[in-house]
Structure formats: C-alpha cells, structure tokens
C-alpha cells in the first residue's frame, strides 16, 4: 500500500517537516507532482533546509526517494538543490530516482511564464514564475521533453525545435523580456549533464514491484489541495492535480493501492499570491499570526496572507482527499491570543452554507465564525500531548467533532523535535 501526505490549504502547511518526521517509517518517498514551485523546509540539528523538487526523505539514511512523473523537473535547479546538499555526503545515485516520464522544465518555459503574467497586468494569478505553467501546458499539448528522452539520440533536436515554438509564443506577449537564449541553453546543458549521473527508472513498475516486495511507501504532495487545478481556487491554482487523486496519475498507482491519507493544515489560514481569501484578516491580529509565525514563501520569499481558520474549506478537502490522519501545525503560533475565531460557514449569495461552493470572491461570500478562548503558554518546549493547555485541546478537540477525522499529530515549532504525537 501507499500512504499519501497532503497539503489541504493553499500550500505551505508544513509538509516538508512532517515527511521528516515520518521517513523513518518508510522505506520510500515518492513526489508526485508539481515542481519547482514547491518549497518544503526542514529544520533539525540547528539547521535549515529548503527543497524544490528533491522528496523530504533525502536526509534519512534508508529510505530512498522518488521524483514521479507527475513532478515537472527544472533541470538548473534541480542541480542547485543537490550541490546545497554536497556536504551531508549522501550517495544520490542509489538515493535519489528519477521516473523517466517526468517531464523537463526548459529555460524558455520560464520565459513564457514571466511573460504570461506580466501582461495580466493586475489580473495575475500570482505564478513564482519557474516555468511550471507552460511546461504542464506542453505536457498536455503532447509536446513535452521528458527525462526518458535524454537517453534517446534526438533529444537535442526535440529541445531545438520546442524552444523555437516558444520563442515564437513570446512574440505574442506584448511585453518586453529580457534574456540571453545562449547563456540559459548553456547552463540547461551543463545541468543536463549532471542529471544524466542520477539514475532514471520507469517509477510505475519501480513501485509496483517494491509493493509486491513488502515496501512501505509514502507518497509525498506539494502546494495543497485548494491550489488544485480542477478542485481549487480556479484561477487562482496551480497546474497539477494536488489532491489524492494526483498520486494515482503521478506515480502510476492504483486507487485500491492507496492506504492512510495524512492531511496536513495550519492552525489558521495563510495564502500567497493572488486569489479569494474569505477569513484573510488586515488588523492587528492578522500581522500578529504573519510576524510570530515568520510566513514568507519557502520558495518565492513573498509574504504570505494571514487569517482564521477556515473550516468550510478544511472540511471540503478532507472529503476530497479522502483523508484518514490530521496533523495540525504551527499550533504554537496562536498562543498568546485571547480568543480565536473559527470560520465555521458562509453565507453564499443570501443563504447560509457549510459546504464549499463554486465562487469564494469578496461579492459572494460572507464568513460566520465562531469564537473559542485562547492560551498563553509557550508551547515551543512541550514534548507531551499531557502539557498542552485545555483551551488548545479544546481548540483541537472542537476542529475534530467538525472534520470527523483524528488530528494525531500537533507541531508546536518548525524543528523535527517539536512534535507531539496523539
């Protein structure tokens, strides 16, 4: 079987901790889609790691770790993620599998990206510009370079012709992107070059036969599930299908082989980019949960946008996921507020709703909360679910008679250690 872990906010939930922290129960990690637009951070023995596109399992010595062809992989980036690493003297080619179905990022997709949103205009959607949109738009247009290409003999001249189309496509944008063609295909080249060491593999075979030898596998999600591109915030998403289902396509898993569903969420609420927030908050409270839990994107640095807790849409993709297991993090952020609301349903054109509909923005949407008393304590240094204050279990205990599922896991800071299991 296959566990799957999921972000079920708009990203950056904390995924990356927890697949640490759960590694060593597994013998696999497999990602299973998006790409360089992820940014899972670790944080264990005084340091900090961030990673794009690498699985969260890299550091542990056992488990090995699996790039599915659901992940779009950006060539340059991926060999700036393993050169961060080199000291930790891990043996990539054995730990590290690359599915030869993955799809590759060229220097001109990021070009198309950049030049796609900035004539937008104040439309944009809030893309990290790493060339993921029209990489996943090639992959469907049935033009894609993909890794298994590059053992062929005419992969230059599939790379030759696709950048040629999208410099053609750049003439449509009215906007003016600088680049230097030359020096980006170099750098792509070299960093081809080192990829070309990793060890590529058919992942759909690789996984099935490592289930039928007794293997445990968890499969690991980026961004969350309300950035999913059918089940999202569309437009406002990203372009992979970041909900269970995406582990099936993205590693060639069989719904029936899926186990545990870990859906990960944040206390509150924070979104980066643009897009609809109904509980997003512009008061003090609000630069309160950005300051004390330090929310800039792993990945693009941009500050994130703080709120409440939204439970009509928690609830909505926990009966997407299908999720199993809750893990509550950065429940250490909201000590020290005095009470804390709880979105618990909107009003939707006039009527009141509990469930998640088409349209969230501004002019159709008010939220209905509920209020709960806060704590004090420091929960940074609690190593036991027995320390945790009552109106924290009564917080927890609340969100569970809600989403019907069991939070086991709270986090009460961003180091590995600062995890307690219920």
């Given at each position: 079987?296959?566990?799957?872990?999921?972000?079920?906010?708009?990203?950056?939930?904390?995924?990356?901790?927890?697949?640490?922290?759960?590694?060593?129960?597994?013998?696999?990690?497999?990602?299973?889609?998006?790409?360089?637009?992820?940014?899972?951070?670790l944080?264990?023995?005084?340091?900090?790691?961030?990673?794009?596109?690498?699985?969260?399992?890299?550091?542990?010595d056992?488990?090995?770790?699996?790039?599915g062809?659901?992940?779009?992989?950006?060539?340059?980036?991926f060999?700036?993620?393993?050169?961060?690493?080199?000291?930790?003297?891990?043996?990539?080619?054995?730990?590290?599998l690359?599915?030869?179905?993955?799809?590759?990022?060229?220097?001109?997709?990021?070009?198309?990206d950049?030049?796609?949103?900035?004539?937008?205009?104040k439309?944009?959607?809030g893309?990290?510009?790493?060339?993921?949109g029209?990489?996943?738009?090639?992959?469907?247009?049935?033009?894609g370079?993909?890794?298994?290409?590059?053992?062929?003999?005419?992969?230059?001249?599939?790379?030759?012709a696709?950048?040629?189309?999208?410099i053609?496509?750049?003439?449509?944008?009215?906007?003016?992107?600088q680049?230097?063609?030359?020096?980006?295909?170099?750098?792509?080249f070299?960093?081809?070059s080192s990829?070309?060491?990793l060890?590529f593999?058919?992942?759909?075979?690789?996984?099935f036969?490592?289930?039928?030898n007794?293997?445990?596998?968890?499969?690991?999600?980026?961004?969350?599930?309300?950035?999913?591109?059918?089940?999202?915030?569309?437009?406002?998403?990203?372009?992979?299908n970041?909900?269970?289902?995406?582990?099936?396509?993205?590693?060639?898993?069989?719904?029936?082989?899926?186990g545990?569903?870990?859906g990960i969420?944040?206390?509150?609420?924070?979104?980066?980019?643009?897009?609809?927030?109904?509980?997003e908050?512009?008061?003090?409270?609000?630069?309160?949960?950005a300051?004390?839990?330090?929310?800039?994107?792993?990945?693009?640095?941009?500050?994130?946008?703080?709120?409440?807790?939204?439970?009509?849409?928690?609830?909505?993709?926990v009966?997407?996921?299908?999720?199993t297991?809750?893990?509550?993090?950065?429940g250490?952020?909201?000590?020290?507020?005095?009470?804390?609301?709880?979105?618990?349903?909107?009003?939707?054109?006039g009527?009141?709703?509990?469930?998640?509909?088409?349209?969230?923005?501004?002019?159709?949407?008010?939220?209905?909360?509920?209020?709960?008393?806060?704590?004090?304590?420091?929960?940074?240094?609690?190593?036991?679910?027995?320390?945790?204050?009552q109106?924290?279990?009564?917080?927890?205990?609340?969100?569970?008679?809600?989403?019907?599922v069991?939070?086991k896991i709270?986090?009460?800071?961003?180091?590995r250690?600062?995890?307690?299991?219920?």
């Amino acid at each position: 079987m296959v566990d799957l872990l999921l972000g079920l906010q708009w990203g950056d939930e904390g995924k990356g901790k927890i697949v640490d922290v759960l590694t060593k129960n597994y013998d696999i990690i497999a990602r299973f889609q998006g790409g360089p637009n992820a940014g899972h951070t670790l944080i264990f023995d005084g340091n900090k790691h961030v990673l794009h596109t690498i699985p969260s399992g890299i550091f542990h010595d056992k488990a090995v770790n699996i790039v599915g062809n659901g992940v779009v992989i950006d060539p340059v980036i991926f060999q700036k993620e393993i050169d961060n690493l080199s000291a930790y003297g891990i043996d990539f080619s054995k730990k590290l599998l690359i599915s030869r179905k993955a799809h590759l990022i060229l220097p001109t997709h990021r070009l198309l990206d950049a030049a796609s949103e900035t004539s937008k205009g104040k439309a944009k959607i809030g893309s990290t510009l790493k060339g993921i949109g029209p990489t996943y738009m090639d992959k469907t247009g049935r033009n894609g370079l993909r890794v298994g290409d590059l053992e062929l003999d005419d992969w230059k001249d599939k790379f030759n012709a696709l950048t040629e189309k999208h410099i053609k496509m750049l003439d449509f944008f009215d906007v003016d992107i600088q680049f230097d063609l030359d020096e980006l295909t170099s750098e792509f080249f070299d960093a081809i070059s080192s990829l070309k060491k990793l060890t590529f593999i058919d992942s759909e075979q690789y996984l099935f036969d490592a289930m039928k030898n007794g293997k445990t596998i968890l499969a690991e999600g980026a961004q969350g599930s309300l950035l999913d591109i059918d089940f999202g915030t569309y437009p406002f998403v990203t372009s992979s299908n970041t909900t269970a289902a995406g582990a099936c396509t993205g590693l060639g898993v069989a719904p029936n082989k899926i186990g545990e569903v870990f859906g990960i969420f944040k206390a509150y609420t924070t979104r980066v980019g643009s897009g609809p927030f109904p509980t997003e908050l512009f008061d003090e409270d609000g630069a309160t949960l950005a300051e004390v839990g330090h929310e800039f994107g792993a990945t693009t640095g941009r500050p994130r946008r703080c709120g409440w807790l939204d439970l009509v849409a928690l609830k909505y993709a926990v009966q997407v996921n299908g999720v199993t297991q809750l893990m509550m993090m950065k429940g250490d952020v909201l000590s020290g507020f005095k009470q804390i609301k709880v979105c618990t349903s909107y009003t939707y054109k006039g009527e009141k709703i509990d469930y998640f509909p088409f349209n969230i923005e501004p002019e159709n949407i008010q939220v209905n909360y509920e209020t709960l008393d806060g704590w004090d304590d420091d929960l940074t240094k609690m190593d036991d679910q027995q320390q945790l204050p009552q109106n924290l279990i009564k917080y927890i205990e609340f969100l569970e008679a809600n989403l019907e599922v069991p939070i086991k896991i709270v986090s009460v800071g961003p180091d590995r250690k600062q995890t307690i299991f219920r």
